[in-house]
């Protein structure tokens, strides 16, 4: 069974910049993965902020892209804001369209 | 703008059949290239993906041993719903299911918990 992995936790200063990353357990990320992310605050559904490795939906912060990057997909966000400590979840698909999650990154805004 | 409500029993007793619909409102069902997501979490855990149906009815399902083979997702185009079936609960699938569209076009409902207990 293959296992998405995210880091578990990272923390940033206000205004600074991060990256978080989504690795497959059966080799390189590819944009045939179709990685999306979402953020979720607690008590909350999640939203999506990436969808197909890069594309922002419409009320996605600009400070908010997404890459591959060294064979994984990676979220960036840059000038962090308070309001941006929340969990965040990278999905991909495999094979005929089957999606899995990873564990999520709490971040938090320190 | 899609809205998406799901509906269905709070409360499902071990070794039962869990059954949820995902009302569609704001857009018909039929319409576009949608996929019709379900996704589950258990308290203060991680996000899991469940299967999805398409506009087509073609269907897709989480290969994760704890849900393989008990998923059953199907649409009701003439009340506009679709509905996810898992059987042979244990308390393992206590959580809160949310229904979405996922991608480019992605609504979801705010979610129902469901409890499995006698």
């Known amino acids: 069974q293959t296992v998405v992995t995210q880091e578990p936790s990272l923390t940033v200063s206000p205004g600074g910049t991060v990256t978080l990353t989504c690795a497959s357990s059966?080799?390189?990320?590819?944009?045939?993965?179709?990685p999306n992310w979402f953020q979720q605050k607690p008590g909350q559904a999640p939203r999506a902020l990436i969808y197909s490795t890069d594309n922002k939906h419409s009320w996605t912060p600009a400070r908010f892209s997404g890459s591959l990057l060294g064979g994984k997909a990676a979220l960036t966000l840059s000038g962090v804001q308070p309001e941006d400590e929340a969990d965040y979840y990278c999905l991909l698909y495999y094979g005929s369209g089957q999606g899995v999650f990873g564990g999520g990154t709490k971040l938090t805004v320190l | 703008q899609v809205q998406l409500q799901e509906s269905g029993p709070g409360l499902v007793k071990p070794s039962q059949t869990l059954s949820l619909t995902c009302t569609v409102s704001?857009?018909?069902?039929?319409?576009?290239?949608?996929?019709w997501s379900w996704i589950r979490q258990p308290a203060g855990k991680g996000l899991e993906w469940i299967g999805r149906?398409?506009?087509?009815?073609?269907?897709?399902?989480s290969p994760s041993p704890s849900l393989k083979s008990r998923v059953s997702i199907s649409v009701d185009t003439s009340r506009n719903q679709f509905s996810l079936k898992l059987s042979s609960v244990t308390a393992a699938d206590t959580a809160v299911y949310y229904c979405a569209t996922l991608g480019a076009n992605d609504f979801w409902g705010q979610g129902t918990l469901v409890t499995v207990s006698s």
């Open positions: 704001g857009g018909s069902l039929t319409s576009g290239d949608f996929y």
């Open positions: 149906i398409s506009t087509r009815g073609r269907t897709n399902y």
């Open positions: 059966s080799g390189a990320v590819t944009s045939g993965h179709f």
